[in-house]
């Protein structure tokens, strides 16, 4: 059963988003939706997770859970996913501290 997808992208590689573009459509600037089997979109998912390079990129679903989706990460990101009793919650990471505002 196909189900709508969700992904959402920064700097990816221009080949990537043609591959991504051959099965949804693209509203808006790195975000891409589509109705997807579940076979394409893992297909899908695994080209993105392998081809991602310095960019980043986020896939959301729908699953029988609590919050009815689920959520995939790819890259390096800020944000991270982490799991609070079957709940998918977002953790901040910290940024990069500057050498310049550390006092010895």
């Known amino acids: 059963m196909a189900t709508m997808t969700v992904i959402a992208t920064t700097a990816i590689p221009d080949h990537l988003r043609g591959a991504l573009t051959r099965w949804m459509i693209e509203p808006a600037p790195g975000l891409y939706v589509g109705t997807l089997s579940a076979r394409v979109r893992t297909e899908l998912w695994t080209a993105v997770s392998a081809s991602i390079g310095d960019g980043a990129a986020v ?16 890259g390096r990101r800020r944000r991270t996913p982490i799991d609070f009793d079957g709940l998918t919650l977002i953790a901040l990471n910290p940024a990069e501290p500057d050498n310049e505002s550390v006092n010895p």
């Open 59 to 74: 896939l959301l679903h729908p699953d029988a859970n609590e919050q009815g989706f689920t959520l995939h990460t790819a």
